[in-house]
């Protein structure tokens, strides 16, 4: 199956700080990649949507100032997290398909931020 | 965009089978139908979906009822290792929305 990769597994970071998430898909070309946030207990929620070369949509309530992705390739994109807060704190998951269509999406293992 | 209701939780013993149902009493024609799981501190994983007839793969069986306002995903023999988060979700096949919604899934917990 298609492999999708998060780099860093896991980051503590202090309050006020920048943190760069990076999603790889290591097997196939990923034209839309997906990033979502999951607090402890609850699921998954949508934040945006990335197409390769083109601005990122966002789910209502994200702020794009605050959390700005970037899908510069078909195998990377990244999503930092800039001034941080301790309420930025979550799992983050990113997940990317390869095509338009009913092509499902592969999940990278999320990333773990702690903003202290 | 369709909701899904499923159980919040269930169990199973080991080896047996598991039915995880879901309602989708709202779904249109176009909307396709999947399970993914998401088992703890990892990200979801991919199990199976279906439009109208039931699908078979080698992780489940995706059983879809005859007027798709309900399905039920099928685990023949539970493990341990299929103690996960179930989430049934609707897709709808569409070149400007392709994204996943997830709701609050099912916790299957698997004893011994």
């Known amino acids: 199956g298609a492999v999708v990769s998060q780099h860093p597994s896991w980051v503590i970071c202090k309050s006020g700080t920048s943190v760069k998430i990076e999603c790889r898909s290591l097997?196939?070309?990923?034209?839309?990649m997906f990033w979502y946030r999951q607090f402890p207990k609850q699921s998954l929620m949508l934040m945006a949507t990335?197409?390769?070369?083109?601005?990122?949509?966002?789910e209502q309530g994200v702020e794009k100032d605050k959390f700005l992705i970037n899908h510069a390739s078909l195998t990377l994109s990244t999503l930092t997290v800039t001034s941080a807060h301790p309420e930025d704190s979550s799992f983050y998951i990113c997940?990317?398909?390869?095509?338009?269509?009913?092509?499902?999406?592969?999940f990278g293992p999320g990333t773990r931020l702690t903003v202290l | 965009d369709a909701k899904t209701t499923q159980p919040n939780s269930m169990e199973s013993n080991e080896e047996e089978p598991v039915h995880l149902p879901c309602n989708h009493s709202?779904?249109?024609?176009?909307?396709?139908i999947h399970w993914y799981r998401q088992l703890p501190s990892q990200g979801p994983e991919y199990v199976i979906h279906?439009?109208?007839s039931n699908v078979n793969n080698r992780m489940a069986s995706l059983a879809i009822a005859e007027d798709r306002k309900s399905s039920t995903l099928i685990l023949h023999r539970a493990t341990l290792r299929d103690a996960a988060v179930y989430y049934c979700?609707?897709?709808?096949?569409?070149?400007?929305?392709?994204?996943?919604?997830f709701g609050t899934g099912t916790r299957l917990q698997v004893f011994p």
């Open positions: 979700i609707l897709r709808a096949l569409s070149y400007n929305t392709d994204k996943l919604i």
């Open positions: 097997d196939f070309q990923a034209t839309t």
């Open positions: 279906g439009l109208t």
């Open positions: 997940s990317a398909k390869r095509q338009l269509g009913i092509d499902t999406q592969y």
């Open positions: 709202t779904i249109s024609g176009t909307d396709y």
């Open positions: 990335s197409n390769e070369g083109s601005k990122a949509t966002y």
